[in-house]
């Protein structure tokens, strides 16, 4: 497999909104990874959309997280990078009702992701002139479309693997639809190695407590499915969804109380004031950059939406809003490499 990624990071941003209206529903709907709404042992590419289970959010490239990734951002401080995907019920065998949703559970317990949060960033890819204000990965620097922890130890495997996974299960690249909106060639080879094939995608049942967690009290998630919805998560919705996923257990339904209140006051310890999306609560600093960035993208987001001088909206301001926080910088593309 060798993928072209110099002015592109498509994968990691949500770059619907650059589509008409047509082609950006069919985007949202194929999703970039395979997700749980195709993790049934009989799932297949050419799956109608009334078999599927659609998530709740609509980031068109959630990237989800194993637990052990989830307990090592905890541990860096970094729970504001993290938020929860949670699906509509494909029909009431499967179902727990929250909000007056359907949401798809397993044992009657609501099954969700956690993964990274996208806040909007001014990104101009694809050879394209202007930026634009696009849900970018939290982890994304605009300036050169380098990812910042790429290579770091916590980089997630599901971006390392990312389009393997996807060749694997026929599943359409992002790397082929940005080819097909934008031109250019990004897949330049398709075919995997035995290395690339690796353990393959973790689905289905095997997912469970890895990547696919249980929450044991849906209950407790009440308002939770109707913010998720509306984009307005609240940081307490992302803390106990992040602390059951670090309580989860491979291949069981068992949460560890232990390892549930241990996260549940890290991951609200980590989770500066809320912003943008966000709605008000207030909590220690964090001593990550990352939190402050997701707050301070959002309030430049809000400003630029009802300014319209251009220097707002400049993928430069990434040096004051993540680097002068404490984010890694990245090293940007040699000449050449962009064409
Ligand atoms: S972690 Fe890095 S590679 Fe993965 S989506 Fe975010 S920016 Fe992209």
Same mark, same amino acid.
């Given at each position: 497999?060798?993928?072209?990624?110099?002015?592109? $990071?498509?994968?990691?941003?949500?770059?619907?909104?650059?589509?008409?209206? #047509?082609?950006?529903?069919?985007?949202?709907?194929?999703?970039?990874? $395979?997700?749980?709404?195709?993790?049934?042992?009989? &799932?297949?590419?050419?799956?109608?959309?009334?078999?599927?289970?659609?998530?709740?959010?609509?980031?068109?490239?959630?990237?989800?997280?194993?637990?052990?990734?989830?307990?090592?951002?905890?541990?860096?401080?970094?729970?504001?990078?993290?938020?929860?995907?949670?699906?509509?019920?494909?029909?009431?065998?499967?179902?727990?009702?929250?909000?007056?949703?359907?949401?798809?559970?397993?044992?009657?317990?609501? =099954?969700?992701? =956690?993964?990274?949060?996208?806040?909007?960033?001014?990104?101009?890819?694809?050879?394209?002139?202007?930026?634009?204000?696009?849900?970018?990965? =939290?982890? !994304?620097?605009?300036?050169?479309?380098?990812?910042?922890?790429?290579?770091?130890?916590?980089?997630?495997?599901?971006?390392?693997?990312?389009?393997?996974?996807?060749?694997?299960?026929? @599943?359409?690249?992002?790397?082929?639809?940005?080819?097909?909106?934008?031109?250019?060639?990004?897949? !330049?080879?398709?075919?995997?190695?035995?290395?690339?094939?690796?353990?393959?995608? !973790?689905?289905?049942?095997?997912?469970?407590? %890895? +990547?696919?967690?249980?929450?044991?009290?849906?209950?407790?998630?009440?308002?939770?499915?109707?913010?998720? %919805?509306?984009?307005?998560?609240?940081?307490?919705?992302?803390?106990?969804?992040?602390?059951?996923?670090?309580? &989860?257990?491979?291949?069981?339904?068992?949460?560890? %109380?232990?390892? #549930?209140?241990?996260? +549940?006051?890290? $991951?609200?310890?980590?989770?500066?004031?809320?912003?943008?999306?966000?709605?008000?609560? &207030?909590?220690?600093?964090?001593?990550?950059?990352?939190?402050? $960035?997701?707050?301070?993208?959002?309030?430049? #987001?809000?400003?630029?939406?009802?300014?319209?001088?251009?220097? =707002?909206?400049?993928?430069?301001?990434?040096?004051?809003?993540? %680097?002068? @926080?404490?984010?890694?910088?990245?090293?940007?593309?040699?000449?050449?490499?962009?064409?």
């Amino acid at each position: 497999m060798e993928v072209h990624c110099a002015g592109c $990071a498509g994968c990691c941003m949500d770059w619907t909104a650059l589509l008409d209206d #047509y082609e950006a529903d069919r985007t949202r709907q194929r999703g970039r990874f $395979a997700d749980a709404s195709d993790s049934d042992s009989d &799932s297949t590419s050419d799956n109608t959309e009334n078999e599927r289970r659609p998530p709740f959010d609509d980031d068109a490239n959630f990237v989800p997280l194993t637990r052990d990734e989830v307990r090592t951002f905890l541990d860096r401080g970094m729970a504001a990078a993290m938020t929860p995907r949670f699906w509509r019920a494909r029909d009431e065998h499967e179902a727990v009702e929250i909000d007056g949703q359907q949401v798809a559970a397993i044992a009657d317990r609501p =099954v969700f992701f =956690v993964g990274l949060r996208k806040p909007p960033k001014p990104v101009a890819p694809f050879g394209r002139a202007e930026p634009n204000w696009l849900p970018t990965c =939290v982890f !994304l620097d605009p300036t050169t479309l380098q990812c910042r922890i790429h290579g770091d130890e916590h980089f997630p495997s599901e971006c390392g693997a990312y389009p393997a996974h996807n060749l694997e299960l026929g @599943h359409e690249t992002e790397c082929e639809r940005v080819e097909a909106a934008f031109g250019g060639d990004r897949l !330049l080879d398709d075919r995997l190695s035995d290395d690339e094939l690796g353990d393959g995608p !973790l689905l289905g049942s095997q997912a469970i407590g %890895e +990547k696919l967690f249980c929450h044991p009290q849906p209950d407790d998630l009440t308002g939770v499915v109707d913010r998720l %919805e509306t984009g307005h998560l609240r940081p307490e919705d992302r803390a106990e969804c992040i602390a059951v996923a670090s309580a &989860s257990s491979p291949g069981t339904l068992a949460i560890s %109380e232990h390892h #549930y209140e241990t996260g +549940k006051t890290q $991951a609200m310890e980590a989770m500066p004031s809320a912003g943008g999306g966000d709605s008000g609560n &207030s909590a220690p600093d964090s001593a990550s950059w990352v939190g402050p $960035a997701i707050d301070e993208w959002h309030e430049r #987001y809000d400003t630029a939406a009802c300014d319209d001088d251009d220097s =707002v909206s400049s993928p430069d301001l990434a040096v004051t809003v993540e %680097e002068d @926080h404490g984010a890694p910088e990245t090293p940007g593309w040699e000449e050449g490499e962009l064409e």
